[in-house]
């Protein structure tokens, strides 16, 4: 890609409710950059954070909550890297269309992964990452409904503490829960801001958990609440081969 594609790219963002601050593909520059406006949408920081870390980018914030994407320092071809974070970009805005019409009609976040993820008690948080482990020790707990989907989203790389499948045919003596599942954030770095855009793709309804650790997603009921599981582990699947390079980098 030379310089004229690549900005041609970068203006065609506005249709994902993207704003550009600036950005910048010149070879004289240590580095390739875009800064993101963070009054583009609700929740777009996590879903920002979550591309660069697909795309081998490094992201930041800025002193005024902005988001800037940085290109990789030892990608000697410019087209290439700007490539590579442009059609992640493209796949996982798409994938957020539903997310974005909901916004429009007023349906918005009641956690924002951006206010809590910076606060002080989660930067002095401290501590070796948890071992990725098998769900096999525990999948005998799990709602049978769901134990496939627990299973393979452990093994995916996300792995869960709780949940519950919110259907009646699992909870035959008394009402079921609503639908959730609780996350470890605790294996990879960042993993809270994957997990918040896997949600906000996915229909299910993100938040930190007690003490401000750890995702947790849930549903308002159960109407429908196996295609959502469904849904789930899909773009889990797609998340994960995004996430693939970034944490073979984190072991």
């Not at 956690?111 to 501590?127: I, K, L, M």
């Not at 954030?185 to 994957?194: G, K, L, M, N, Q």
Request: net charge negative; glycine share 6%.
């Amino acid at each position: 890609m030379n310089s004229a594609e690549i900005e041609g790219r970068i203006k065609a963002l506005s249709l994902y409710d993207l704003v550009v601050n600036q950005f910048s593909t010149s070879s004289a520059c240590a580095s390739s950059f875009i800064e993101f406006n963070h009054a583009s949408y609700p929740g777009v920081e996590a879903h920002l954070f979550t591309i660069a870390d697909a795309a081998s980018w490094q992201p930041e914030l800025t002193s005024t909550s902005d988001v800037i994407l940085k290109g990789p320092s030892n990608e000697p071809d410019r087209g290439k890297e700007w490539n590579n974070l442009l059609s992640i970009l493209q796949d996982v805005m798409e994938s957020l269309g539903p997310y974005r019409q909901g916004l429009m009609h007023g349906i918005i976040p009641s956690s924002h992964w951006v206010y809590h993820e910076f606060r002080w008690y989660r930067e002095n948080w401290e501590g070796p990452p948890h071992e990725l482990k098998s769900a096999d020790t525990f999948l005998h707990l799990v709602d049978e409904s769901i134990r496939y989907h627990v299973k393979e989203l452990n093994d995916l790389g996300f792995p869960t503490t709780q949940s519950c499948s919110g259907l009646a045919k699992d909870h035959s003596a008394r009402e079921p829960y609503q639908p959730y599942v609780m996350f470890d954030e605790r294996v990879y770095p960042r993993t809270s801001a994957h997990l918040f855009t896997i949600a906000d793709i996915t229909g299910w309804i993100p938040s930190y958990g007690p003490h401000n650790f750890d995702i947790e997603f849930r549903l308002k009921d159960a109407e429908g609440a196996e295609r959502f599981w469904d849904a789930l582990v899909i773009y889990a699947r797609e998340m994960a081969l995004l996430l693939k390079d970034y944490r073979s980098c984190q072991a």
